[in-house]
């Protein structure tokens, strides 16, 4: 197992150990743990979620194709593990918004 599998499993089982000792710490309704794949090309990343998809028994989420990711998803309950790939565009997209940041600057309230 690598340095950083290993971490995030200790820290999660050292989470709900905390949180199980402190009943009265409030906590989220849901936590979601991400995996992106490197930004190689949009094939590589989509065979990447296909091969995540494969070895956690579960499906493509076409709910986020409009927005140019490509997803799958495995749900414990409230938390759940999820692949995403960005597609090019989406990047390129993204990238263009951002661009304008802090070029307009609204009136005061």
């Known amino acids: 197992m690598n340095d950083r599998r290993a971490a995030l499993i200790n820290g999660l089982l050292d989470l709900a150990a905390f949180l199980e000792a402190h009943p009265d710490v409030p906590v989220s309704p849901s936590v979601t743990v991400h995996h992106f794949p490197d930004n190689d090309s949009d094939a590589d990343m989509c065979a990447e979620i296909d091969r995540i998809a494969g070895l956690a028994g579960s499906r493509i989420d076409h709910e986020d194709s409009p927005y140019g990711h490509y997803a799958t998803?495995?749900?414990?309950?409230?938390?759940?593990?999820?692949?995403?790939?960005?597609?090019?565009?989406a990047r390129a997209?993204?990238?263009?918004?951002r661009s304008y940041y802090g070029c307009i600057k609204p009136d005061p309230a």
């Open 73 to 89: 998803s495995v749900l414990f309950g409230p938390v759940e593990y999820r692949a995403v790939a960005v597609l090019a565009a």
């Open 93 to 97: 997209r993204h990238d263009a918004e």
